[in-house]
Structures are given as structure tokens and as C-alpha cells.
């Protein structure tokens, strides 16, 4: 399907796929926690106080 797109495209085996799939799997992951229900990046501040984060 991607070689249709993307001229040149090819993956030589069906691990390579694998590994490529679980790669964008994992970075869509992180930016879909990185990025809020507004659609801009949120950051959370943490402080420790005592012995604990808040």
C-alpha cells in the first residue's frame, strides 16, 4: 500500500515491517500523550515538596 504512495518504497522482510510498525506505533504514542485534547503540546510542571512530587 505505502509503495503506491511513495515511489521506490519496499520493506525486504516481514520483520523489518514488524519492527517498523511497532517504531510509529511507539512515537505515536508519546506524541498522542504529549499532545492535549486542544491539539497543542501541555506541559506539567511537577514540584517536589518534602520527599514527594506533586
Given at each position: 500500500?505505502?509503495?503506491?504512495?511513495?515511489?521506490?518504497?519496499?520493506v525486504r522482510g516481514?520483520?523489518?515491517?514488524?519492527?517498523?510498525?511497532?517504531?510509529?506505533?511507539?512515537?505515536?504514542?508519546?506524541?498522542?500523550?504529549?499532545?492535549?485534547?486542544?491539539?497543542s503540546f501541555e506541559?506539567?510542571?511537577?514540584?517536589?515538596?518534602?520527599?514527594?512530587w506533586e
Amino acid at each position: 500500500m505505502a509503495s503506491g504512495v511513495i515511489g521506490g518504497f519496499f520493506v525486504r522482510g516481514f520483520w523489518t515491517a514488524v519492527l517498523g510498525s511497532v517504531i510509529i506505533s511507539v512515537v505515536s504514542a508519546l506524541l498522542t500523550t504529549l499532545i492535549g485534547d486542544r491539539g497543542s503540546f501541555e506541559v506539567i510542571q511537577l514540584n517536589k515538596k518534602d520527599d514527594r512530587w506533586e
